[in-house]
């Protein structure tokens, strides 16, 4: 079982990306993304329920980040980037049925390589 996150690149300050994540062969009840800078925490972006059913969302998002997903493949567009959103984002996956823990990365029992994004002014 692994998870394989594409779709990062560099981009312009204000473009769209969308990230993608697939899950080879499991379909995990939760699936979500986090985001790391070289110095910081890693940092929770959004995470999303199987079916859709439910979706989190960090506190820093704003509107600008929607995630979405299939049955194994988990997506995350972010419109308006800004140069601050420059990181390696990483997806995740766990059983975790309670939504009031997908924020937190000690919930995810498999982890992807991250895609670098990279924002220019």
């Known amino acids: 079982v692994q998870l394989q996150a594409s779709g990062g690149g560099l981009v312009q300050a204000g473009e769209s990306l969308t990230l993608s994540c697939a899950a080879s062969g499991r379909n995990w009840y939760t699936m979500g993304w986090f985001r790391q800078t070289p110095g910081k925490e890693r940092e929770f972006v959004a995470a999303?329920?199987?079916?859709?059913?439910s979706t989190v969302y960090g506190d820093f998002v704003g509107g600008r980040f929607t995630i979405s997903r299939d049955k194994y493949t988990v997506y995350l567009q972010i419109i308006s980037l800004k140069p601050e959103d420059t990181a390696v984002y990483s997806c995740?996956?766990?059983?975790?049925?309670?939504?009031?823990?997908?924020?937190?990365?000690?919930?995810?029992?498999?982890w992807g390589q991250g895609t670098q994004v990279t924002v220019s002014s």
């Open positions: 999303i329920a199987r079916n859709g059913g």
């Open positions: 995740a996956a766990s059983n975790e049925y309670n939504s009031a823990y997908f924020g937190d990365q000690t919930t995810y029992t498999m």
